[in-house]
């Protein structure tokens, strides 16, 4: 299994979908993996895994407000979703 560390610039809606599905609420300080790069630098970052990956993604402040804004647009497509085949039904 290969490990990959990310960026949140660098998130793909499938990386995002599952820290959203792993971490409904949010992740805290037990979920942080910490650990040292290769230039000896300290990086924190929350774990997702795939059938063949594991993502390591770098924690910050931006990850969080990411995350949080992906729930709510994925929230409102739903919502929308169901609105629209409401529609249909009526």
Do not use: C
């Not at 299994?1 to 979908?17: A, G, H």
């Not at 990956?53 to 497509?77: A, G, P, R, W």
Request: net charge negative; glycine share 2%.
């Amino acid at each position: 299994m290969k490990r990959v560390i990310i960026d949140y610039k660098k998130l793909t809606t499938e990386i995002l979908n599952l820290l959203s599905k792993k971490f409904p609420d949010g992740y805290n300080d037990k979920d942080i993996v910490t650990f040292d790069n290769h230039h000896n630098e300290t990086i924190e970052a929350v774990e997702v895994n795939t059938k063949d990956t594991i993502y390591l993604v770098k924690v910050s402040s931006k990850l969080h407000y990411t995350m949080t804004n992906f729930d709510i647009e994925l929230d409102t497509s739903i919502a929308d979703l169901n609105l629209d085949n409401d529609s249909l039904s009526d």
